[in-house]
């Protein structure tokens, strides 16, 4: 059983188009993630979500808006997208907040490309 | 703010070689700092990590130590084999609980 699945593995779209990636963890965990990896491998978070209430947004354009029906989803839905979406995206999860206080688990990653 | 600087990859090597993966730091106060591991075609799994100075992080063989005279968490292993190939990603995290990583070290290891 995969722990954290993501969906689709690869995207391609054209601009301006909107799409969502979904997450899905079967770990129990109250921690969800978004993080962007860049075309030089730069791996950056987005956003947060404990316990289905976001607790961090880092500075990610109004397009993006991430969306948690429950505490083991956590779906990512990007508005009117632009050239400088296209990177990796990865979903993780976490027993609670904080890399320091448990270990994250990631999903294989969703390789969007817009054109 | 906080970053993370690794050395560029891709880092080549023989296997049973020795590993050096350099990561040096910025960042306020006292973070805790990791190792991740990222294999083809496999998300990001946590290698190891180190909460405070001078702590060492070990597990299959790697081991880094949190030098907070120096910023740096160096990445080493004692022989390296081929099933080592993959990305290398050094991460720190503050009190804020926002994580921020490096870019990331390719390491290819030949029979």
């Known amino acids: 059983d995969t722990a954290v699945s993501q969906t689709p593995k690869y995207l391609v779209t054209q601009m301006g188009n909107d799409k969502s990636i979904k997450c899905e963890q079967n770990l129990g965990h109250d921690t969800m993630y978004w993080y962007k990896q860049d075309s030089k491998k730069f791996l950056k978070i987005m956003f947060s979500y404990n316990n289905k209430e976001l607790i961090i947004n880092e500075t990610v354009p109004n397009r993006f808006s991430p969306k948690s029906p429950d505490k083991a989803h956590l779906n990512l839905h990007i508005n009117s997208l632009e050239l400088g979406d296209s990177a990796v995206y990865f979903c993780a999860s976490s027993l609670t907040s904080g890399l320091s206080n448990t270990e994250a688990f990631f999903g294989q990653g969703t390789r969007l490309t817009v054109v | 703010g906080n970053s993370v600087t690794q050395m560029e990859g891709p880092v080549t090597l023989s296997e049973e070689a020795f590993l050096t993966i350099n990561c040096t730091y910025t960042a306020t106060g006292y973070p805790s700092l990791f190792w991740y591991v990222q294999y083809p075609g496999e998300g990001l799994q946590l290698l190891l990590k180190?909460?405070?100075?001078?702590d060492k992080g070990s597990n299959k063989g790697f081991e880094a130590t949190y030098r907070k005279e120096t910023t740096s968490f160096h990445l080493e292993k004692g022989s390296v084999q081929v099933s080592d190939s993959a990305v290398y990603f050094c991460?720190?995290?503050?009190?804020?609980?926002?994580?921020?990583f490096g870019r990331g070290t390719s390491l290819i290891v030949h029979p």
């Open positions: 991460a720190l995290e503050g009190g804020s609980y926002i994580p921020t």
């Open positions: 180190a909460t405070k100075a001078d």
